[in-house]
C-alpha cells in the first residue's frame, strides 16, 4: 500500500490564494476605473480645456491594457486552481503578456507629464487656473507622471524580455527588482505632491487639526520615502542574484507588506473616520476617487506568506 508524503506540500496555499485576491483586487479597481465614464457626459455638457481633454484621453487609452492585463491574470489564477496547475512554458507567456500591457498603460501618462512641465504662459489659458497654480501641477502631475510614464515601462519592458525558462534568472531578477523599486518610488512622488498641494490650498491646520491626516503624511512624506530607499538599497544589494532560491523573499515580504498597509490605511481612513469637515478636494479626491493603483491595499496578503514562508520551500 503507497504511503503517502507528508512533507508534500499542499496545493492551497496561502501564496497562491493572496495571488488570486490581488488578482480580483487588479481587475475590480481597474474595471471600476474603466467604466466610470462621467467625465464624458462633463465634456459634452460643458467646455473643457485641451489640455485636461487630452490628458484624460490618453489615459483613457491607457487604461484599456491595465484592464485587459487585469482580466488575464485573474482568468489565469482561476485556470489555474481549476486544473491546479500550470506549465512552466504557459505561466512564463502569460506573465509576460501581463507585464507588457501593464507597462502599456503607463506609457500614455507621459503627455499628462508634458503639460505638468510646461510654462505657464503655454497652459493658464487652457487649465483656466491663475498662474500660482504652476507649481502645484508640476509637483503631482508633470514631475510624477513624465517619471513614471519612462521609468516603469522601460523596467517592464525589459523584465518581461528576460522572462524565459530556459534562460538563467539572473536577469529577471535584477529587472524584477528594479521594477519594484520604480513602483516604490513612483508611489511616494505621487502621493507626495498630493499632500505638499493639499498642504498648500488647506493649510498646515488641515493636518494639525486632525491627527489622521498628520499621520497620513508622515506616512506619506517619510515614511514610503524610507521605503523606496531601502528598497533600491535592498535591489542594489540583491541585483546579482542567481536564482529564487538564493533572494531574501522575507525581505522582500516585508516591502510588500509595508506598501499594502500605507494604500490600506488611506482607504480605511476616510471609511472609519471621514466626514465632510475632512474632506479635501485635493488629497482625499486623489486617492479615492482618481488613484488607480488603490489596488494595492491588497498587497500583505502576498506580503505574510513570502515574509514567513521557508527559505528553501
Not at 510624477?144 to 524565459?164: D, G, M, W
Not at 529564487?244 to 515580504?253: A, S, V, Y
Not at 488603490?294 to 520551500?313: E, H, M, N, R, Y
Amino acid at each position: 500500500m503507497p504511503v503517502k508524503n507528508m512533507a508534500e506540500p499542499k496545493f492551497y496555499s496561502p501564496l497562491k490564494i493572496g495571488l488570486l485576491i490581488v488578482a480580483i483586487a487588479y481587475f475590480l479597481f481597474t474595471f471600476h476605473a474603466m467604466f466610470t465614464l462621467s467625465w464624458i457626459g462633463e465634456y459634452i455638457a460643458e467646455s473643457v480645456s485641451f489640455w485636461i481633454l487630452i490628458t484624460d484621453i490618453t489615459a483613457s487609452f491607457g487604461l484599456i491594457f491595465r484592464f485587459i492585463a487585469s482580466i488575464i491574470a485573474v482568468a489565469t489564477m482561476v485556470f489555474y486552481f481549476a486544473k491546479k496547475g500550470l506549465s512552466e512554458t504557459t505561466t512564463y507567456k502569460v506573465l509576460k503578456w501581463i507585464l507588457v500591457l501593464e507597462a502599456i498603460y503607463w506609457v500614455p501618462l507621459i503627455v499628462s507629464g508634458v503639460w505638468g512641465v510646461l510654462p505657464v504662459s503655454v497652459t493658464a489659458t487652457d487649465y483656466a487656473l491663475p498662474a500660482q497654480f504652476y507649481l502645484p501641477l508640476l509637483i503631482t502631475t508633470g514631475i510624477p507622471c513624465l517619471v513614471s510614464s519612462i521609468a516603469i515601462p522601460i523596467a517592464l519592458f525589459k523584465l518581461a524580455s528576460k522572462l524565459n525558462p530556459n534562460k538563467p534568472q539572473k536577469d529577471a531578477i535584477k529587472w524584477g527588482l528594479i521594477a519594484g523599486t520604480s513602483y516604490v518610488f513612483v508611489f511616494w512622488l505621487n502621493n507626495t505632491g498630493m499632500w505638499i498641494v493639499t498642504v498648500m490650498a488647506e493649510g498646515t491646520e488641515y493636518l494639525t487639526a486632525y491627527p489622521e491626516n498628520l499621520l497620513s503624511f508622515a506616512l506619506t512624506t517619510i515614511g514610503l520615502f524610507a521605503l523606496a530607499v531601502f528598497t533600491a538599497y535592498f535591489t542594489k544589494k540583491s541585483i546579482g542574484t542567481e536564482t529564487l532560491e538564493k533572494l531574501k523573499l522575507r525581505t522582500i515580504g516585508a516591502i510588500i507588506i509595508a506598501l499594502g498597509l500605507y494604500f490600506l490605511w488611506n482607504y480605511l481612513t476616510w471609511i472609519f473616520f471621514g466626514r465632510l469637515e475632512l474632506w479635501s478636494n485635493w488629497w482625499y479626491a486623489w486617492f479615492l476617487g482618481h488613484n488607480l493603483d488603490l489596488w494595492a491595499l491588497s498587497l500583505p496578503l502576498v506580503g505574510l506568506p513570502l515574509l514567513f514562508k521557508l527559505q528553501t520551500s
